[in-house]
């Protein structure tokens, strides 16, 4: 019963997602939204997945960020994007963290697994467009500078913390 599973955005948060609009009240216009999230595209929920277009202008940056709740996959459709991302925590404590970056062209695709820090960088002097696929309707996004220096800490404290 899960894939004909409505979200109601005008019901409040529930187990999986959001609570549940009547099956008999779903129309074609619950399956379509140009969004992302089951904020947006209700038919998300319960469905664990997502898709967004991303648009990079010459040099632009998607920073380092993390999804705690997905897999990130994408597929480039137009320009050439440096991506990357750091393994975290090895269970070995003698390994250190590994970066794995690559250059993409249109066509490329490249995965980054759930909840490590990636990124992604329009090397190109055009711009880019990416599709993204996320294993999750909602996936959460953390971004590490904003995180870390966007935080009420005086600078000073920072500072002493990253010494």
């Not at 529930?14 to 140009?34: E, T």
């Not at 999804?67 to 440096?82: D, F, N, Q, S």
């Not at 005086?154 to 002493?160: F, N």
Request: with cysteine.
């Amino acid at each position: 019963m899960y894939s004909l599973t409505m979200a109601s955005v005008l019901l409040a948060v529930f187990v999986n997602g959001k609570i549940c609009k009547d099956p008999n009240m779903i129309s074609v216009d619950d399956f379509f939204f140009p969004g992302h999230t089951c904020d947006q595209l209700p038919r998300l929920n319960t469905l664990g997945i997502s898709l967004v277009r991303i648009d990079y202008a010459p040099y632009g940056l998607n920073p380092p960020h993390t999804h705690p709740r997905a897999t990130e996959v994408i597929v480039v459709v137009e320009g050439t994007l440096y991506v990357g991302f750091v393994t975290s925590n090895p269970a070995d404590p003698n390994v250190k963290n590994k970066i794995f970056t690559k250059t993409l062209y249109p066509g490329d695709v490249f995965v980054f697994p759930e909840g490590l820090i990636h990124f992604q960088f329009n090397v190109g002097k055009t711009n880019a467009v990416v599709f993204a696929g996320l294993s999750s309707q909602n996936t959460g996004v953390i971004t590490i500078a904003n995180a870390v220096f966007g935080s009420d800490q005086p600078g000073a404290d920072l500072e002493l913390k990253f010494s």
